[in-house]
């Protein structure tokens, strides 16, 4: 098995709130955190070999995507977890909106473009000159 691109101090470091009795739970998501960016990004170990991605960018993403997981669980532990309530008086309606109660892992817009260099600097400016008949 590949190793995860980063460890529980690593996420410790990264956070300080870190739950203990999430630590196992977080241990588990930075192996899985890890899978899903060799799976979106297949050449990503090349990529940290060959010196084009750092590795503490790899581990940042990993333990930010981890952290904000775990971060929404607590969230959803302290509340009642309605997210959003609509009511209405006539012809009576109520709409509840829950939170999301599992950690899952997203990779945002930001972790992506760290992941791929997909930033600013990789932006060229063009132009069409349009023919005329």
């Known amino acids: 098995m590949?190793?995860?691109?980063?460890?529980?101090?690593?996420?410790?470091?990264?956070?300080?709130?870190?739950?203990?009795?999430?630590?196992?739970?977080?241990?588990?998501?930075?192996?899985?955190?890890?899978i899903i960016i060799r799976g979106l990004y297949p050449a990503v170990d090349a990529w940290l070999a060959s010196g084009r991605l750092k590795?503490?960018?790899?581990?940042?993403?990993?333990?930010?995507?981890v952290a904000t997981a775990i971060r929404r669980v607590l969230e959803a532990e302290q509340g009642d977890n309605v997210q959003q309530e609509t009511f209405s008086a006539g012809p009576y309606s109520q709409t509840?909106?829950?939170?999301?109660?599992?950690?899952?892992?997203?990779?945002?817009?930001?972790?992506?473009?760290?992941l791929t260099g997909g930033g600013a600097r990789n932006r060229k400016a063009f132009m069409i000159t349009p023919e005329l008949p």
């Not at 995860?4 to 739970?25: K, V, Y």
């Not at 590795?55 to 995507?65: E, G, N, Q, W, Y």
């Not at 909106?97 to 760290?114: D, P, T, V």
């Open 2 to 34: 590949t190793e995860p691109f980063a460890t529980i101090e690593n996420l410790r470091e990264h956070w300080a709130g870190l739950p203990e009795d999430h630590e196992s739970d977080a241990a588990q998501k930075l192996i899985e955190a890890s």
């Open 55 to 65: 590795a503490k960018t790899v581990r940042f993403v990993v333990c930010d995507v």
């Open 96 to 114: 509840l909106a829950y939170r999301i109660r599992e950690a899952n892992l997203f990779l945002s817009k930001l972790h992506k473009q760290l």
